[in-house]
């Protein structure tokens, strides 16, 4: 079955960017999905369809789908951003949705 | 603003069963595929199911095994999922979530409900 692979934690110093990869087979050929949850919070959706910004997500928030590898990208993070990061797509050979394992972002 | 609010979530005996419901306001509720999301304690998000706008597909994580069931009344713009043979692998965040259009990316989710299977 497809499995998402998410790094468990990356750190970075506040101004820095932050880059968190999902490593699937071919994630290129699918759309993937991005969401923050901060401690207590349900999760928010930051992007879809690979580089999409829902209103209101900063423009600090961006992404990318190549080959085996989706990556969200955050520019000058900051404290603020400090959450668990995961991504998802829909596998069509299953119709399942599947999720990463997350990312816990710490800004340093 | 949309606001989707779960309810009937509790504890519950290995082996039994609960229905947890979702009511949602301030959309079209018949115009957005809609699903559960579930997470454990200290854990990852896992879907657990996915229903299309007229019900007419249903979708499950092959690990259920058959012991849910995902419906929904659009009459009442209520969700729900029936839960059968519950295990305390089941014990969970139980979160509503909506689709922004007929895929399966959530622009909104509810707070959750905690169910608990315990003895």
């Known amino acids: 079955s497809y499995v998402l692979t998410q790094p468990p934690s990356v750190s970075m110093a506040p101004g820095e960017t932050a880059r968190i990869p999902c490593g699937g087979s071919n994630i290129a050929t699918k759309s993937v999905h991005w969401y923050l949850q901060q401690p207590g919070q349900a999760p928010v959706l930051v992007l879809y369809?690979?580089?999409q910004r829902p209103s209101g997500i900063p423009e600090r928030f961006s992404g990318s789908n190549f080959g085996n590898t989706a990556t969200l990208s955050i520019s000058r993070v900051e404290a603020g951003d400090e959450a668990d990061y995961y991504c998802q797509v829909w596998d069509g050979d299953t119709n399942q949705v599947l999720f990463g394992g997350g990312t816990k972002l710490t800004v340093l | 603003e949309v606001q989707l609010l779960e309810s009937g979530g509790g504890l519950v005996q290995p082996g039994g069963s609960v229905r947890l419901s979702c009511a949602a306001s301030?959309?079209?509720?018949?115009?957005?595929?809609m699903s559960w999301v579930r997470q454990a304690a200290g854990k990852g998000l896992e879907w657990v199911s996915g229903i299309s706008r007229t019900s007419g597909s249903k979708y499950y994580a092959q690990s259920l095994k058959g012991r849910f069931t995902i419906s929904r009344d659009n009459s009442k713009n209520t969700l729900y999922l029936q839960m059968n043979s519950l295990r305390a692998e089941d014990t969970a965040i139980y979160y509503c979530?909506?689709?922004?259009?007929?895929?399966?990316?959530?622009?909104?989710w509810g707070q959750g409900t905690l169910v608990t299977v315990s003895s």
């Open positions: 369809d690979d580089t």
């Open positions: 979530v909506k689709s922004q259009r007929d895929g399966f990316d959530y622009d909104y």
């Open positions: 301030g959309l079209t509720f018949s115009s957005y595929t």
